[in-house]
């Protein structure tokens, strides 16, 4: 039986058990609001802006009153109540993010019928994220940049390579690690924040009455009954305002939802409603509709005194940074648990530090998204453009989010409908608002994180398919390993030391073991045949780490259990399995590993060009020895022929 870590273990595991909540989210306001946080930079300004041929918003008083009581009611359905207030309830043992939903929601269904097409949608979000986090850093590093003309005459040619090439240096920094630059993440962004109020503030001296304006939901009624369709347009420009709350939710495992809810409601939400309504108190300030429509155009950088323009545009470069850096290492823990979960091949992954096992690098991952990054950046120029391309992954994402927070109302805590349903409802209209604002943006941009995500969840569901496909077939043929230890005690023999043959299933004879009795025509003297098995929790306890079946004549079945956020150290778990008949000596033990060649077969699976793709990663994927952190100079691999 596999028992997990309690949500208190899985906190001590990150951060220590010292750390207090007031540590915590000061932590937070580093990692988690990196993306919302520095949205300020732009979504305003898009939001006046003409899109798709529908001509801009005038920046008058009805229009700039509506605009802000639209951030400030999406802040508060979409970030506070649903992602704070709901989803975060629905951890995983402390863990969060699409794919630890999703494995909680599996685990807790007896329905397999609409359990798929939750997996499926889970599989999907997990591709828009990649898409997300492509987007994340070009358009935050190139907003900020834009803000350097500012500051530098004629700097506007020079804005696209200086983004370019502060995002290289950024991702050839990533293989140090950021435990050491992640110490001063917190101090700046908590400086950063601090700027924004501080800046809101100083326009809304000017104007108080602003703020109970855009508190008062009438105006964002308003606007939509006098504009109509333009104002729908808008609304596909106000979700930037939002980016980043599923952050929220997926760091959630780093810092605890208490910190990252006090963080929120107490310092970051305070700080970037202060901002919104500065900008728009700046623009209202204007005695002329014409300087009105010029502050409109960038009211962020404009907002800032001349006297300490420089560091704050500085600060601000700096915050996008830490915003970039925060959803690539969301992207590389994703992956992590994708691999283990069995949805992504086995890849290089490098642990960057020796304290926090959640700081990891992923080389394939890393360089893959530079060159996109890059290629965004180069393909689109400017933030102005990429705002385009941007909204449609995060609505996407938090509207498969309320889809599979309706199974975990419906499925995990047992609401009945009267309870549940007006909570979707209220959920399900905004997301699909949201959504629907940003579908009119595919044509001009918004096609691709569509793209990007459709082919990402393609290549997901093709290896999972393809790996189940493998395993069925391996099993069909496989001989019972009962069966074969009664045959082969008396037909082969036995030579010193011990061999473990891996195997992916719990069942029959590893493939790698029949070949090397037919081969060599010997058998070790303690023969293990063993199974790496990845449980649907985060965290294992490490003393149900171990299981062991002895099936007599120096033949065992050991089966080792990890969560989907933990190393498969298989030597480290070895050390712990005495009950194999004693303790494991790695120079007197041998790993024999199986390498599959796909054959075509009369009756696929999948089809011809799926089988195609799955065959590629397959070639493509790390080695077993490498991913098991195997003893290189241990290590036996045998060959095996297998038809999907």
Known sequence: MITTASPAASAAHAHGPKASTLTLAAGAVGVVFGDIGTSPLYAFRETFASHNGVPGITPDAAHIHGVLSLVFWSMMMVVTLKYVFTIMRADNKGEGGSLALLALIRRASDNRRWTAP??????????????????????????????????????????????????????????????????????????????????????????????????????????????????????????????????????????????????????VFPALMLNYMGQGAMVLSQTSPEAAAALIKDPFFLMIPDMVRVPVIILALLATIIASQAVISGAFSLTQQAIQLGFIPRMDIRHTSASAAGQIYIPAINWGL?????????????????????????????????????????????????????????????????????????????????????????????????????????????????????????????????????????????????????????????VVILTISIADVPYVDPEARCEMTDLGDGFYRAVLHYGFMEETDVPLGLKKLERCGGTFDMMQTSFFLSRQTLLPSEKPGMPLWREKIFAWLLRNSASAMDFFKLPTNRVVELGSQVEI
Request: aromatic letters at 12%; proline letters at 5%; glycine letters at 8%.
């Open 118 to 267: 939750l997996i499926l949608l889970g599989v999907f979000a997990t591709a828009l994220f990649y898409g997300d986090s492509m987007i994340t850093p070009a358009i935050s590093v190139l907003s900020a940049t834009e803000g350097l003309q500012y500051i530098v005459p004629g700097f506007k040619p020079w804005i696209v390579p200086t983004a370019v090439a502060i995002l290289v240096c950024l991702f050839a920094l990533q293989s140090r690690g950021t435990e050491r630059v992640g110490k001063l993440f917190g101090p700046i962004m908590l400086t950063y924040f601090g700027m924004l109020a501080t800046l809101g503030v100083m326009h809304l001296s000017a104007n108080p009455a602003i703020i109970l304006e855009t508190i008062n939901p009438l105006n964002a009624v308003n606007f939509f009954v006098t504009d109509g369709f333009v104002a729908f347009v808008a609304l596909g420009s106000v979700v930037l305002a939002v980016t980043g709350a599923e952050a929220l939710y997926a760091d959630m495992g780093h810092f605890g939802r208490k910190p990252i809810g006090i963080s929120w409601l107490t310092f």
């Open 370 to 526: 530079m060159v996109m990054v890059i290629l965004l950046v180069l393909f689109f120029q400017s933030s102005s453009n990429l705002a385009a391309a941007y909204g449609i992954a995060v609505t996407g994402a938090m509207f498969i989010d309320t889809l599979l927070l309706a199974a975990v109302l419906l499925s995990l805590w047992r609401w009945p409908l009267w309870k549940a349903l007006p909570l979707v409802i209220a959920f399900l209209i905004v997301d699909v608002a949201y959504f629907g604002a940003n579908l009119i943006k595919v044509p001009q941009g918004g096609w691709v994180p569509l793209a990007i995500g459709f082919v990402i969840f393609t290549l997901l569901t093709t290896w999972a398919r393809g790996r189940t496909l493998m395993r069925e077939r391996m099993s069909e043929s496989a001989l019972p390993l009962e069966i074969f230890a009664k045959s082969a005690k008396n037909s082969a023999f036995r030579v010193p030391g011990t061999a473990i043959f891996m195997a992916s299933s719990t069942a029959g004879v590893p493939s790698a073991l029949l070949h090397n009795i037919k081969h060599n025509k010997v058998l070790h003297e303690r």
